[in-house]
């Protein structure tokens, strides 16, 4: 008597297995091919190896109420990303693209943050930092599960949605998002978020040294820095980490990819 099969673990890294036999040939999905322009080259891509990386849209940085605000930054760009991410986001979904919301939470207790970090938020020792309550509404600053961490509401989250905390600019830094990435066989990552210069491009980095392919949405990433330091990053994921592109290029795609599947 034939024994059934059952899968274990999350496809495509997925075994199927009985009592006498593990299946270790991990069935890859369906490829989705596409052609995506970029600013540098026109690309083919699969969109069944490709996910989303949403990086800090978090009332922190994006909210007049955050602690962005609150040291005196005008959140106003950071807040630019968010139109064109509610109509890109839905039609990533509706490809089967997963939707990645990368974003700091950090641990009640803040005991894997080095007083480096803690200078970063907090130079002086006496200001709100890490962790400390928001004097607008109380909110314990990028602490997990606060409103400070949690990401604006113009953005909606979904419960297939993968949410990844983290706890330095690079989302690879102590985090399982590799794992996540690999698990899911993703290869390709598209970027968005704040700040593009500082978190969205270490991220980046990483990520282009982990081999993965790398793409900038520019349209749905932004920074609160001098414009300089965002013409540097274009310039740099241009010349040494990747490609950049922009979200209406994106849906072209999708829709070109669509129409061939009609």
Not at 22 to 41: H, M, N, V, W
Not at 158 to 180: A, C, N
Not at 233 to 255: M, R
Request: overall charge negative; aromatic content about 8%.
């Amino acid at each position: 008597m034939n024994q059934p099969f059952h899968s274990l673990g999350v496809a495509p890294n997925a075994w199927t297995v009985n009592h006498a036999i593990a299946d270790i040939t991990r069935p890859q999905k369906t490829p989705q091919p596409a052609i995506l322009s970029t600013e540098t080259k026109t690309l083919r891509l699969d969109l069944a190896k490709a996910t989303i990386i949403v990086i800090d849209m978090q009332n922190d940085f994006c909210h007049p109420d955050g602690w962005l605000s609150h040291i005196g930054v005008d959140v106003t760009p950071a807040r630019q990303p968010i139109a064109p991410l509610q109509n890109l986001l839905p039609q990533l979904r509706g490809a089967g693209v997963p939707v990645i919301w990368l974003n700091w939470g950090n641990r009640p207790d803040l005991l894997n943050i080095s007083a480096g970090l803690h200078h970063v938020y907090n130079p002086t020792g006496e200001g709100v930092g890490l962790g400390h309550p928001l004097p607008t509404n109380g909110a314990k600053v990028l602490m997990a599960g606060s409103w400070a961490a949690a990401v604006v509401e113009e953005l909606q989250q979904l419960p297939e949605d993968i949410l990844v905390d983290k706890y330095r600019m690079s989302g690879f830094w102590d985090t399982p998002l590799d794992s996540i990435l690999r698990n899911l066989g993703k290869t390709t990552l598209f970027f968005a978020g704040v700040n593009a210069d500082q978190c969205v491009m270490t991220t980046l980095c990483d990520a282009n040294f982990l081999g993965y392919d790398c793409i900038l949405v520019k349209d749905c990433t932004a920074t609160t820095s001098p414009d300089y330091c965002w013409l540097a990053t274009l310039y740099n994921v241009k010349q040494c980490f990747g490609f950049v592109t922009d979200s209406q290029a994106i849906l072209t795609a999708l829709n070109q990819n669509l129409q061939r599947h009609d």
